[in-house]
C-alpha cells in the first residue's frame, strides 16, 4: 500500500487556508482585548475531534442562517490557530514554541480532547525541555495538576519530587505555594527527605504567609502569634511524621512550635520519646513516610544498619532517603510465633537477614546479620560479613554498637544447629533455641566476634523480628 501522508495532510491544510467562502463555523477565540475570529468547517471539526463532534451537534450548536457561531474565551488566539492547524494537517511545530505557549497548548488540547496532541506535547516537553521542566516543577505543577490528559507529566513532576524534594521546597516559588497544593505534597508518602527537614520548610511556608512572623525572635512571639501561625499551617501539621523525628531533632526544631500542635499529637510524640520501648499507636499512612513495617526499629536504625552492611562509614554513612536496601519483614514473634520451628519455615533460604530482638525486662534491642541463608541443616558458614548489634534501650542514636566477626574465628560465623535451634551467630555469641519467649531460652556470651552486645548472658524475648533485605 502506498502512503502519501504528506502530500494528503496539505491538501487539506489549505481548505483552511484558502478554501474560506465553503466556511460553515465561526469561532470566536480568547478574552477582551485579545480575541480573533477563527473560520473552520464543521465535518472537519466533527471527524478530528470528539469536543466538536458534541459541540457542534443540533443540541449544543448556536447556528445563525446556516453558519454555526460559538466562542471559547480561555484558549488563547496564539494557541487555538496551532490547534486548529493540527485538526486540518496532522502536523504541529513545537521548536519556536516557548514554554508557556506549550503548557497553554496542553491544557487546551485536554479541553478540546485532543489526546493524540496532548501526549506529542508531553513527550517533546520530556525529551527536550528538562532542565526548564526541572527549574519550573511548581510552575509547571499549577498548570497540569488538575488535568487527567497530562498524566505523563504529573507523574514526571511527582518522581522528581520524590527524589529529590529539593526541586520542590528549596524553589523559589515555594513560598508563593497555595496551601492546597502544599498539602498535595506532603500527602506524598515517599518524600526522600528526612521528616524533620519537611518541618523546617514548613516553618519557613508557614512564616512567609503571615509577614509579622519572624524566627530569629520566636521568643517573644505572642499566643496570639502562634495561634496565627497554628491556624495557617492547620491542614499540613497532621501530615508531618512527628515519631520519624529524633528525639534531639523535635528538642531543637518542633519543640519551639509546640504550641501549635494538637495536644493529642504532643502527647503521642512525647510518650513515643520518653518511653521508647512502647509501641506507638497506630498513625495514618500519610504520616508514615518513609516508614516500614516494624515494632522494634525505627528509620534511622534501618539507615545505620544499612550503612554497616555496605561498610560505610564517617559522614558517608547512609540517610534513610539514601538506604540502598528494602527491610521486608518475615517473622514477628507476637504476629508469628516464638518457636524455633516457625524461625525455619518463615525464613530459611530467603538470603540476607537481619534479626532483631528486645530483651525481657531490661528492654535491649539487639540482633544480628546474616549475609547468608538459614538453614535447618547442621554445620558452620564461613563469612567475614556478618556482624552483631546493640540498639541499647533508650531509643538513642549514641548507645547503637556494631560488633563484627573475629577474622581468624570467622568459619564459625554463623551456626546451623537443626530445627531445635532459631539464629545462631558464632558457637556461642547469640543463640536462639526452642520456645524464645522462655527464660533462658537465649544467650549471649562472646567467642567468635569481637566483643559481646549485651551483658545479660541468658534471657528471653518480649519480641523478635527478621528482616530479608533486599537490593532496591
Same mark, same amino acid.
Given at each position: 500500500?502506498?502512503?502519501?501522508?504528506?502530500?494528503?495532510?496539505?491538501? %487539506?491544510?489549505?481548505?483552511?487556508?484558502?478554501?474560506?467562502?465553503?466556511?460553515?463555523?465561526?469561532?470566536?477565540?480568547?478574552?477582551?482585548?485579545?480575541?480573533?475570529?477563527?473560520?473552520?468547517?464543521?465535518?472537519?471539526?466533527?471527524?478530528?475531534?470528539?469536543?466538536?463532534?458534541?459541540?457542534?451537534?443540533?443540541?449544543?450548536?448556536?447556528?445563525?442562517?446556516?453558519?454555526?457561531?460559538?466562542?471559547?474565551?480561555?484558549?488563547?488566539?496564539?494557541? @487555538?490557530?496551532?490547534?486548529?492547524?493540527?485538526?486540518?494537517?496532522?502536523?504541529?511545530?513545537?521548536?519556536?514554541?516557548?514554554?508557556?505557549?506549550?503548557?497553554?497548548?496542553?491544557?487546551?488540547?485536554?479541553?478540546?480532547?485532543?489526546?493524540?496532541?496532548? *501526549?506529542?506535547?508531553?513527550?517533546?516537553?520530556?525529551?527536550?525541555?528538562?532542565?526548564?521542566?526541572?527549574?519550573?516543577?511548581?510552575?509547571?505543577?499549577?498548570? %497540569?495538576?488538575?488535568?487527567?490528559?497530562?498524566? =505523563? #507529566?504529573?507523574?514526571?513532576?511527582?518522581?522528581?519530587?520524590? =527524589?529529590?524534594?529539593?526541586?520542590?521546597?528549596?524553589?523559589?516559588?515555594? #513560598?508563593?505555594?497555595?496551601?492546597?497544593?502544599?498539602?498535595?505534597?506532603?500527602?506524598?508518602?515517599?518524600?526522600?527527605?528526612?521528616?524533620?527537614?519537611?518541618? *523546617?520548610?514548613?516553618?519557613?511556608?508557614?512564616?512567609?504567609?503571615?509577614?509579622?512572623?519572624?524566627?530569629?525572635?520566636?521568643?517573644?512571639?505572642?499566643?496570639?502569634?502562634?495561634?496565627?501561625?497554628?491556624?495557617?499551617?492547620?491542614?499540613?501539621?497532621?501530615?508531618?511524621? @512527628?515519631?520519624?523525628?529524633?528525639?534531639?531533632?523535635?528538642?531543637?526544631?518542633?519543640?519551639?512550635?509546640?504550641?501549635?500542635?494538637?495536644?493529642?499529637?504532643?502527647?503521642? !510524640?512525647?510518650?513515643?520519646?520518653?518511653?521508647?520501648?512502647?509501641?506507638?499507636?497506630?498513625?495514618?499512612?500519610?504520616?508514615?513516610?518513609?516508614?516500614? $513495617?516494624?515494632?522494634?526499629?525505627?528509620?534511622?536504625?534501618?539507615?545505620?544498619?544499612?550503612?554497616?552492611?555496605?561498610?560505610?562509614?564517617?559522614?558517608?554513612?547512609?540517610?534513610?532517603?539514601?538506604?540502598?536496601?528494602?527491610?521486608?519483614?518475615?517473622? +514477628?514473634?507476637?504476629? $508469628?510465633?516464638?518457636?524455633?520451628?516457625?524461625?525455619?519455615?518463615?525464613?530459611?533460604?530467603?538470603?540476607?537477614?537481619? !534479626? !532483631?530482638? =528486645?530483651?525481657?525486662?531490661?528492654?535491649?534491642?539487639?540482633?544480628?546479620?546474616?549475609?547468608?541463608?538459614?538453614?535447618?541443616?547442621?554445620?558452620?558458614?564461613?563469612?567475614? $560479613?556478618?556482624?552483631?548489634?546493640?540498639?541499647?534501650? +533508650?531509643?538513642?542514636?549514641?548507645?547503637?554498637?556494631?560488633?563484627?566477626?573475629?577474622?581468624?574465628?570467622?568459619?564459625?560465623?554463623?551456626?546451623?544447629?537443626?530445627?531445635?535451634?532459631?539464629?545462631?551467630?558464632?558457637?556461642?555469641?547469640?543463640?536462639?533455641?526452642?520456645?524464645?519467649?522462655?527464660?533462658?531460652?537465649?544467650?549471649?556470651?562472646?567467642? $567468635?566476634?569481637?566483643?559481646?552486645?549485651?551483658?545479660?548472658?541468658?534471657?528471653? !524475648?518480649?519480641?523478635?523480628?527478621?528482616?530479608?533485605?533486599?537490593?532496591?
Amino acid at each position: 500500500m502506498s502512503k502519501f501522508w504528506a502530500s494528503l495532510s496539505n491538501d %487539506i491544510l489549505h481548505i483552511l487556508t484558502d478554501g474560506l467562502e465553503e466556511y460553515n463555523v465561526v469561532i470566536e477565540v480568547g478574552d477582551a482585548p485579545n480575541t480573533k475570529i477563527f473560520h473552520a468547517h464543521s465535518i472537519i471539526l466533527r471527524a478530528r475531534s470528539p469536543y466538536f463532534r458534541q459541540a457542534l451537534s443540533k443540541n449544543w450548536a448556536k447556528k445563525e442562517g446556516d453558519i454555526i457561531k460559538f466562542s471559547k474565551p480561555n484558549i488563547s488566539p496564539k494557541v @487555538f490557530e496551532v490547534i486548529l492547524k493540527f485538526i486540518y494537517s496532522g502536523n504541529v511545530d513545537m521548536m519556536n514554541k516557548s514554554m508557556m505557549e506549550a503548557l497553554d497548548l496542553l491544557i487546551a488540547t485536554d479541553e478540546l480532547l485532543l489526546t493524540e496532541l496532548s *501526549d506529542y506535547v508531553q513527550e517533546y516537553l520530556l525529551h527536550y525541555e528538562v532542565g526548564w521542566l526541572e527549574d519550573n516543577l511548581i510552575t509547571l505543577w499549577k498548570k %497540569i495538576n488538575n488535568y487527567d490528559s497530562c498524566r =505523563k #507529566l504529573q507523574e514526571y513532576c511527582l518522581s522528581i519530587i520524590c =527524589k529529590d524534594p529539593t526541586y520542590l521546597f528549596k524553589s523559589p516559588d515555594f #513560598l508563593l505555594l497555595d496551601s492546597s497544593l502544599l498539602v498535595s505534597f506532603l500527602k506524598l508518602d515517599s518524600l526522600q527527605i528526612e521528616e524533620v527537614q519537611i518541618w *523546617d520548610y514548613l516553618i519557613k511556608w508557614g512564616m512567609a504567609q503571615n509577614e509579622n512572623l519572624h524566627i530569629e525572635d520566636i521568643s517573644q512571639w505572642t499566643k496570639e502569634d502562634f495561634e496565627q501561625l497554628g491556624m495557617t499551617l492547620k491542614e499540613c501539621i497532621p501530615l508531618i511524621g @512527628f515519631l520519624q523525628i529524633s528525639s534531639s531533632d523535635f528538642y531543637d526544631k518542633v519543640w519551639p512550635f509546640r504550641d501549635i500542635l494538637p495536644k493529642s499529637t504532643l502527647e503521642e !510524640v512525647m510518650k513515643y520519646h520518653l518511653k521508647p520501648m512502647t509501641p506507638p499507636k497506630p498513625v495514618d499512612k500519610l504520616a508514615k513516610r518513609l516508614q516500614f $513495617d516494624s515494632c522494634l526499629l525505627r528509620p534511622y536504625h534501618v539507615a545505620l544498619l544499612s550503612s554497616w552492611i555496605d561498610r560505610v562509614e564517617g559522614q558517608k554513612r547512609y540517610l534513610y532517603e539514601e538506604n540502598p536496601y528494602r527491610f521486608q519483614l518475615l517473622l +514477628r514473634g507476637t504476629r $508469628d510465633g516464638f518457636d524455633s520451628n516457625t524461625f525455619h519455615e518463615k525464613c530459611d533460604d530467603k538470603g540476607r537477614t537481619i !534479626v !532483631v530482638m =528486645k530483651i525481657h525486662r531490661t528492654n535491649e534491642i539487639l540482633g544480628g546479620y546474616s549475609p547468608v541463608v538459614w538453614s535447618s541443616k547442621e554445620g558452620y558458614w564461613n563469612t567475614e $560479613d556478618s556482624f552483631l548489634f546493640t540498639l541499647g534501650n +533508650r531509643g538513642m542514636i549514641e548507645d547503637n554498637r556494631l560488633c563484627r566477626v573475629s577474622r581468624h574465628r570467622s568459619c564459625y560465623a554463623i551456626r546451623f544447629s537443626g530445627k531445635e535451634y532459631g539464629p545462631c551467630f558464632g558457637d556461642k555469641d547469640l543463640c536462639m533455641k526452642g520456645k524464645f519467649d522462655q527464660e533462658g531460652s537465649c544467650s549471649c556470651q562472646k567467642d $567468635d566476634y569481637i566483643d559481646k552486645v549485651t551483658d545479660a548472658g541468658s534471657f528471653k !524475648v518480649d519480641e523478635y523480628e527478621v528482616f530479608r533485605i533486599i537490593k532496591k
